[in-house]
């Protein structure tokens, strides 16, 4: 069996959340997507669930962070090319976003980082193949 990751992040107002990650082109299973949350594509076995607050209140009894001010993870999706970090970061600013971190090239890694609506923190990256060759 192939694990699948479920990354699950509070968000204040979902239609604007989901609105806000379809214009960086993700897509949404409807099958999971309901007034309470939605569950967004990252890749074949990747995903973010979005949970409206009060929803995701039913799975902790620990207050919920303020992304806006206080750092709870750093999303880091993987892209092909330095052009497609540029594209997917451009594409967060232009929709809402803040940009959080400059673009920051270390010669085999690429890297550039967003805030979402919620304060959320995405890296997005590049790394040569090279680098992770280990052989």
């Known amino acids: 069996m192939t694990t699948q990751m479920f990354v699950n992040l509070p968000v204040r107002d979902l239609d604007k959340s989901i609105a806000f990650f379809t214009k960086l082109g993700f897509l949404f299973d409807p099958q999971?997507?309901?007034?309470?949350?939605t569950c967004m594509i990252i890749?074949?076995?990747s995903f973010v669930m979005l949970l409206v607050e009060n929803f995701f209140k039913t799975f902790t009894h620990k207050q919920i962070a303020d992304a806006q001010k206080t750092s709870e993870v750093i999303?880091?999706?993987?892209?092909?090319?330095?052009?497609?970090?540029?594209?997917m970061?451009?594409?967060?600013?232009?929709?809402?976003?803040?940009n959080y971190k400059e673009p920051d090239d270390q010669d085999v890694m690429y890297g550039w980082g967003f805030q979402d609506l919620d304060g959320h923190l995405w890296e997005v990256i590049y790394m040569e193949p090279s680098?992770?060759?280990?052989s």
Do not use: C, H, P
């Open 131 to 134: 680098a992770m060759d280990q």
């Open 32 to 37: 999971f997507t309901d007034e309470n949350a």
């Open 43 to 45: 890749g074949e076995n």
């Open 75 to 87: 999303v880091a999706l993987s892209m092909d090319s330095k052009e497609q970090v540029n594209v």
């Open 89 to 98: 970061v451009q594409k967060a600013l232009e929709a809402g976003g803040v």
